[in-house]
């Protein structure tokens, strides 16, 4: 959807991150980072250290429709931090940009999916790895992939 990496916090599960890289591996997408991250506090406090912006997804934020005029006119490095279950207090005050997606229950990831493409207009609905293995070609009925030589 366009985003070049993801930092995971709590217990690092490198089973979590070896099937990302499988991912990667068939469809593509080397330039996209994955790290664990054991402080999710100081990423956040370093990233705008070094002039980042930082958005956290939630439901009590800004609606999503009053705030995309701004975030889409950043051209500093974006940050998103969505959290699952209960998240600390402090993601609130010392984010950038609280935003809500909705205020209705949602999952994390269709939450980071509804923002991406708003932030890239759909675009990265025609996004293409040339380092893909397989490749889906678009058709009305049935399913057609192809592997890339």
């Given at each position: 959807?366009?985003?070049?990496?993801?930092?995971?916090?709590?217990?690092?599960?490198?089973?979590?991150?070896?099937?990302?890289?499988?991912?990667?591996?068939?469809?593509?997408?080397?330039?996209?980072?994955?790290?664990?991250?054991?402080?999710?506090?100081?990423?956040?406090?370093?990233?705008?250290?070094?002039?980042?912006?930082?958005?956290?997804?939630?439901?009590?934020?800004?609606?999503?429709?009053?705030?995309?005029?701004?975030?889409?006119?950043?051209?500093?490095?974006?940050?998103?931090?969505?959290?699952?279950?209960?998240?600390?207090?402090?993601?609130?005050?010392?984010?950038?940009?609280?935003?809500?997606?909705?205020?209705?229950?949602?999952?994390?990831?269709?939450?980071?999916?509804?923002?991406?493409?708003?932030?890239?207009?759909?675009?990265?609905?025609?996004?293409?790895?040339q380092d893909s293995k397989l490749?889906?070609?678009?058709?009305?009925?049935?399913?057609?992939?192809?592997?890339?030589?």
């Open positions: 959807m366009g985003a070049r990496g993801i930092f995971i916090a709590g217990d690092e599960d490198n089973a979590l991150i070896k099937k990302i890289e499988n991912v990667k591996s068939m469809w593509g997408g080397t330039y996209f980072e994955i790290d664990y991250c054991e402080n999710p506090q100081r990423l956040v406090i370093e990233w705008k250290k070094r002039g980042g912006i930082v958005i956290h997804l939630t439901m009590y934020g800004q609606r999503i429709n009053q705030v995309m005029d701004i975030i889409s006119t950043i051209q500093k490095p974006i940050l998103i931090v969505v959290g699952s279950q209960k998240v600390e207090g402090w993601y609130y005050y010392n984010s950038d940009f609280n935003i809500s997606i909705s205020s209705q229950p949602h999952s994390e990831i269709a939450a980071l999916a509804i923002f991406l493409d708003r932030i890239y207009k759909g675009e990265e609905l025609d996004i293409y790895f490749r889906i070609i678009p058709q009305e009925r049935g399913k057609k992939v192809v592997k890339n030589e």
